[in-house]
């Protein structure tokens, strides 16, 4: 190193300092790319921990949907058909077929059945003849089934009409239809859930609120409904309505006639609607309900019988007795189902006092008869107090249902002895009895007087005089 110049020793001097800053540089170089490294590895895991931090949050909401679709998971899949039922499914079909009146030809089962999920598909193809309404109704009976069965596809053969044939004419039909089957040994193993018990036990009210919400919606087929097959020439029936050669219908005078009749009906029944709805009294609005429902009754049972004779065949008179007679009072009906909303304070305290003055006055059959109009509405909830009020009406209505029978005893009383002290008696049927003794099994002689008798009754007090 001594005999080194100076200018060498600041050369290597300056070398080695290049040097060493370069290997520095290099090394803050990497120790950056590292730290760098660290830190975007850092936040990943800060990602997955937020991630793993939000589904353990939503655990516990989880849980509680999963108990609660566990325990409602039968009710979900009762309207698959169980192994049992499908064995026996050409018998449902022939059940079906009987009621919509097709005529079954065949009934062949498709492919599938074996599945190792956990559901297994079922077709049925079938060939069946019958009216255009037969077939609608035997497809709805399919699809308003209690149990899962859908209609995959139909193909329709029109049938022709013959010379004075009257009625519906029939067609050819060919129809799949498929259903499954739940498989539950199938599928992933459950996922355990701790404290499962417990929790369900909470869950309780939710469990069973959405078992009640778990409805099928169905469809009910309501027949012809006045309408005509589509598949049809309808001119026939045009030229059938007088002297086309068809047998068994009635002049369109007398389909006129019917139909006239079912009007006035209808309007007599919506005067009487309206009349109870507009009156303030309460006792008239129950009178004219109740003339609207025995008339409603006789209308339901003419459209009965017009629609199972098939009176009406005229197009225009039969599309007029739809729209005009049977919607509307199925309208009325539907509306009549609805729930009441009760009658008032006032109202109620008027019908007591009604009842009460007919058993004073002996007209037992117009307190029977005003309870039987005004029974449907008399009920409330326990802590209505309405309940207390509804509750004397029907007390009144007993003792006027007791009365009616007592007066169809034959009780003849001849003659009394009444006695300050002791037991008065009575001549009852040419028979002497004494107060307390019984006369029949509900029957008691409760007090003697001058010119009566007093009887319990099937536990009601009721005064007869002496002949």
Known sequence: MANLSENKLILIFALS????????????????????????????????????????????KDEEAVIVLRENLKEYVKILPEAAELNDFARTVTSFAKSSGIALKTLTPGKGGRSKGAFSKFTYKMNFSGTLWQFMKFMNAFESYKRFVRVTNFKITAGKRGKGVLG????????????????????KKQVPIPDYARKKARLREKIFKERASINIDEYV???????????????????????????????????EEILKGLLNQVAQIRELKKRARETKVVLERFEFSRKASKLLVKIKEKILEVQEKELLTDQSISYRFQREVRDVIDAMEKKGKEKSVGLTMSELNTIRRYLEDSLIEGR???????????????VFPSRDPRKEVAGRIQALYKKARVGQEFSRLKLDITGTIVIGRGLSTAIVNGKTFQEGDPLDADLFLKKVGEEWCEFLFKGVAIRKRVR
């Open 17 to 60: 300092g290049v040097v060493l800053s370069g290997l520095a540089f290099g090394g803050v170089y990497w120790a950056r790319g590292k730290i760098d490294e660290e830190k975007a590895t850092i936040e990943t895991l800060e990602t997955k921990i937020q991630k793993a931090a939000a589904k353990k949050a939503r655990i516990p």
């Open 221 to 255: 087929f309501k027949g012809k409904r006045s309408r005509r097959d589509i598949f049809v020439d309808p001119r026939p029936d045009v030229l059938g309505v007088e002297g086309s050669g068809a047998v068994g219908r009635l002049p369109r005078k007398e389909q």
């Open 168 to 187: 519906d004419i029939f067609h050819a039909y060919s129809m799949t239809i498929e259903t499954f089957v739940y498989n539950k040994k199938a599928g």
């Open 364 to 378: 037992l059959d117009d307190a029977v008869d005003k309870f039987s109009e005004v029974e449907q509405h008399l």
